[in-house]
């Protein structure tokens, strides 16, 4: 796998989808690139952050400088690998639930792609999410504020860049229009806004019977 394909997942990608699921790519790539991705945002949000909480100085007078520099550094890592294993598993659970829901919807709204195509292109984005880790790299000399500010800005980039790609993906693996493609993009907001809304009416029958 070249650079020039990571950018062509970026920039057009409904032809490196296609490329990638003709040469059964699809499945293995989407793998890789959820695994890496979530991994590398846990590991620079954590890193990040324990960074600047260890600047932070403590009164040496209440504990033993050797003492604080070990605890410090055995939890750091701990800190570390926990949160990479918890974005690791947030970034699975969310892929799994975003390509059912938006598979769901592509079929009822005529798409012919399979599961697997639903899968790998949903997997796909995550290379969208490169902004995120990079920032936080870029804002630590900010202390605590930096993760804040790359999760808030280039978070928000991150997931307009992925819908771009899964909606152009979907657009392709299913044969369906732009429209289609974002309904089953957006899929698993608008199944919460139903739930909520029925939650709702559910409940105010409740008080008011």
């Known amino acids: 796998m070249k650079i020039e394909e990571l950018g062509e997942i970026l920039?057009?990608?409904?032809?490196?989808?296609?490329?990638?699921?003709?040469?059964?790519?699809?499945?293995?790539?989407?793998?890789?690139?959820?695994?890496?991705?979530?991994?590398?945002?846990?590991?620079?949000?954590?890193?990040?952050?324990?960074?600047?909480?260890?600047?932070?100085?403590?009164?040496?007078?209440?504990?033993r400088i050797e003492l604080i520099e070990s605890v410090v550094g055995n939890a750091m890592w701990f800190s570390i690998s926990i949160s990479v294993l918890l974005f690791l598993a947030l970034g699975f659970i969310s892929w799994a639930i975003w390509s059912?829901?938006?598979?769901v919807f592509?079929?009822?709204l005529g798409g012919k792609g399979s599961f697997s195509?639903?899968?790998?292109?949903?997997?796909?984005?995550?290379?969208?999410t490169f902004?995120?880790?990079?920032s936080i790299f870029l804002f630590s000399p900010l202390g605590i504020l930096g993760p804040i500010?790359?999760?808030?800005?280039?978070?928000?980039?991150?997931?307009?860049?992925?819908?771009?790609?899964?909606?152009?993906?979907?657009?392709?693996?299913?044969?369906?229009?732009?429209?289609a493609s974002l309904?089953?993009?957006?899929?698993?907001i608008v199944v919460l806004l139903l739930m909520s809304f029925f939650l709702l009416i559910s409940a105010l029958q409740e008080v008011l019977a």
């Open 11 to 63: 920039l057009r990608p409904e032809k490196r989808a296609r490329i990638w699921l003709t040469e059964g790519e699809g499945i293995r790539l989407s793998l890789l690139f959820v695994s890496i991705f979530s991994g590398t945002i846990g590991f620079s949000l954590s890193s990040s952050t324990l960074i600047s909480l260890r600047k932070i100085s403590i009164p040496s007078e209440f504990l």
């Open 131 to 134: 902004p995120i880790p990079l």
């Open 183 to 188: 309904i089953s993009a957006l899929s698993p």
């Open 106 to 108: 592509a079929v009822i």
């Open 149 to 179: 500010i790359s999760l808030i800005f280039f978070g928000a980039l991150s997931m307009v860049w992925q819908l771009f790609v899964v909606v152009s993906s979907l657009r392709e693996v299913h044969g369906i229009d732009v429209i």
């Open 100 to 103: 059912v829901s938006s598979h």
């Open 117 to 128: 195509d639903t899968l790998s292109s949903i997997g796909f984005s995550w290379v969208a």
